[in-house]
């Protein structure tokens, strides 16, 4: 697939800065102290600026420093507005650093890896594929994906694919590069949800050791009920992203409609991509300690489990009318 750097970007309806602003330059002499810096606050998660003032740390919301530094109305002031945006996409903000990215022209901000844009290619290659043979197929299981993606007979299918959908779509069969570059920029876009895929692997990993390290400890009831507490916590931050990515994968599951309605089928992918990169940030430690941790039972499985129990407790409130449809989670599999 060829990218075509012609194609225009997808227009967003939300406020951004002027064009020429692409960093956070502030004019106040507060932002000009060195070592401050804007972030979410840990326990409220609201947007906050941390400044050093000798042997502290001053910490200011954003409205107090509008109120307190008299910036509403002003440019500065405009600026928190796009600070307070932006950490939805990045965890620490810098006076001088670049503005997001997906703030400027809804791109992201974040690397993906080749393995990432190969399986978003390869999505799009069967669904081409078994869309012209008559049976519109979606597979999740990865290893299955790459195999069917580099059967000949679906090359062949998906190559006829897009002149029958160039056709179908008032373009006439000789503009179907135009359909293989929406094809291109799809899985572009896709690969970043592939990609976010793997973050909620990890959650599951999380939950999935807390299961085993439950049958470690059964017959230590305390120890064990703690374990059980964390994964009441889990189930509903698991129930959301699993919704999350259903509701992306049936909206991107029809590859005709998708390719005829493109820029919002592109806007809807961003909006969903943004969304669960955002929730998976606060996880971004969590899930690194985890990945390093041995299911074993001993002080560091005991100090990671309270651990992940504030966190949970932190970031998500237990709902007692709960759907039990996730009753089993964490019970490790025989």
């Known amino acids: 697939?060829?990218?075509?750097?012609k194609t225009p970007s997808v227009e967003f309806p939300e406020p951004r800065p002027p064009a020429e602003s692409q960093q956070f330059r502030f004019v106040h002499k507060v932002f000009s102290v060195s070592g401050s810096y804007f972030a979410l606050a840990a326990d409220t998660g609201e947007a906050t600026f941390y400044v050093p003032l000798g042997d502290v740390q001053g910490v200011l919301t954003l409205p107090q420093l509008v109120s307190g530094f008299n910036l509403a109305g002003t440019p500065d002031g405009a600026l928190l507005d796009v600070v307070k945006k932006s950490?939805?996409?990045v965890k620490r903000i810098h006076p001088g650093d670049s503005i997001p990215s997906e703030i400027l022209d809804g791109t992201a901000s974040w690397s993906v890896d080749d393995r990432h844009r190969m399986i978003a290619e390869s999505r799009l290659r069967v669904q081409l594929g078994t869309w012209m043979a008559g049976n519109e197929?979606?597979?999740?299981?990865v290893a299955d994906l790459l195999k069917?993606?580099?059967d000949p007979d679906i090359r062949d299918k998906m190559q006829e694919a897009i002149t029958?959908?160039?056709e179908r779509l008032g373009l006439g069969r000789e503009r179907r590069i135009e359909v293989l570059d929406r094809v291109d920029r799809l899985a572009r876009e896709l690969s970043y949800i592939e990609a976010l895929r793997d973050r909620f692997a990890a959650v599951k990993m999380i939950v999935m050791k807390l299961g085993q390290l439950a049958a470690?400890?059964?017959?230590?009831r305390g120890f064990a009920d703690e374990i059980r507490r964390v994964l009441v916590l889990m189930r509903k931050p698991v129930a959301e992203f699993d919704g999350i990515f259903v509701q992306a994968d049936g909206q991107t599951g029809e590859i005709v409609s998708v390719l005829g309605n493109f820029d919002g089928q592109i806007a809807f992918i961003r909006e969903t991509r943004d969304t669960l990169h955002s929730k998976f940030m606060p996880w971004d430690d969590l899930i690194q300690q985890w990945q390093g941790m041995a299911v074993e039972m001993g002080v560091p499985a005991e100090t990671l489990l309270r651990a992940t129990y504030r966190f949970m407790a932190r970031h998500f409130s237990q709902d007692e009318s709960w759907s039990l449809q996730y009753g089993q989670l964490g019970?490790?599999?025989?």
Request: hydrophobic share 35%; aromatic share 8%.
């Open 1 to 5: 697939m060829t990218t075509d750097p």
């Open 87 to 89: 950490l939805a996409f």
């Open 137 to 141: 197929t979606s597979i999740r299981d």
């Open 148 to 150: 069917m993606a580099n």
């Open 164 to 166: 029958t959908i160039a």
């Open 216 to 220: 470690l400890y059964g017959p230590e």
């Open 331 to 334: 019970k490790p599999t025989r």
